[in-house]
């Protein structure tokens, strides 16, 4: 079957499964060929609902839980936003078609990874700026963010991320103090620099690992 209709097909499974919850969601998933992401000896797998190795020990998550953190994310045209885990730059991608032209910086800390996230972006139709380096130090360049999305396990939530993140800004993360088992978080910032925070269920990513991480 061609990657078009196995993309329209995983659209709809996820639809159905209510992991897609919004129109902008859906139609970012619609827009972006997941196969253009994943290495070639995987290609074949990239309409399976299953997180698939990228090299150097790292993922591209699986579809649901991309869908789920994005619509935890509540993205809309124009916030600006930062992703700290670019790996293969699918997420990256699916995050610039909603918020649009030059309002993302992904940042990956293996060299060889962020090389192809940005190789691999240069196929997204959106203007991403991709940055290697520790993201658990945020970006202050671009700084203070709408969003702050990390893509990879937090012991807690990084204080460089908390402070660059704007008053009623989320930062979304998995967050848990052991490998292999984290709760989906997402903390809002409160007008004196406090957080409240909501917990979306378990799940499973690889460490974030830098300054403020593991
Ligand atoms: N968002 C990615 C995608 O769409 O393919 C998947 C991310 S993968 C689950 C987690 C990524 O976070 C890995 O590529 C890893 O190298 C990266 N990472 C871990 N710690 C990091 C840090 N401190 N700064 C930036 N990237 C980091």
């Known amino acids: 079957m061609e990657y078009e209709s196995l993309r329209a097909r995983m659209v709809e499974r996820l639809v159905d499964e209510g992991y897609i919850l919004?129109?902008?969601?859906?139609?970012?998933?619609?827009?972006?060929?997941?196969?253009?992401?994943?290495?070639?000896?995987?290609?074949?797998?990239s309409y399976v609902d299953m997180p698939l190795p990228i090299g150097e020990g790292q993922?591209?998550?699986?579809?649901?839980?991309?869908?789920?953190?994005?619509?935890?994310?509540?993205l809309s045209e124009g916030l600006n936003t930062l992703e700290i885990g670019a790996g293969s730059g699918y997420n990256a991608c699916l995050i610039a078609q909603i918020v649009g032209d030059d309002h993302l910086v992904t940042i990956e800390r293996i060299h060889t990874v962020y090389m192809q996230a940005k190789e691999n972006l240069t196929r997204c139709s959106k203007a991403v700026d991709v940055v290697h380096g520790d993201g658990t130090e945020g970006w202050p360049a671009k700084a203070p963010y709408d969003r702050i999305i990390?893509?990879?396990?937090?012991?807690s939530l990084p204080n460089p991320l908390k402070e660059q993140l704007k008053v009623g800004g989320k930062l979304i993360a998995p967050v848990g103090k052991?490998?292999?088992?984290?709760?989906?978080?997402?903390?809002?910032?409160?007008?004196?620099?406090?957080?409240?925070?909501?917990?979306?269920?378990?799940?499973?990513?690889?460490?974030?690992?830098?300054?403020?991480?593991?």
Not at 59 to 69: C, E, G, K, R
Not at 150 to 155: G, H
Not at 185 to 205: H, L, M, N, Y
């Open 59 to 74: 993922t591209i998550s699986a579809p649901s839980m991309v869908a789920i953190m994005l619509e935890v994310s509540d």
């Open 178 to 214: 052991t490998a292999g088992f984290q709760t989906l978080t997402v903390a809002i910032k409160q007008p004196d620099g406090s957080f409240k925070e909501k917990r979306f269920g378990a799940c499973a990513f690889v460490p974030l690992i830098g300054t403020y991480g593991f």
């Open 22 to 45: 919004s129109e902008n969601v859906r139609r970012a998933f619609e827009a972006v060929p997941r196969e253009l992401f994943v290495p070639s000896e995987y290609r074949a797998r």
């Open 150 to 155: 990390i893509t990879a396990a937090a012991p």
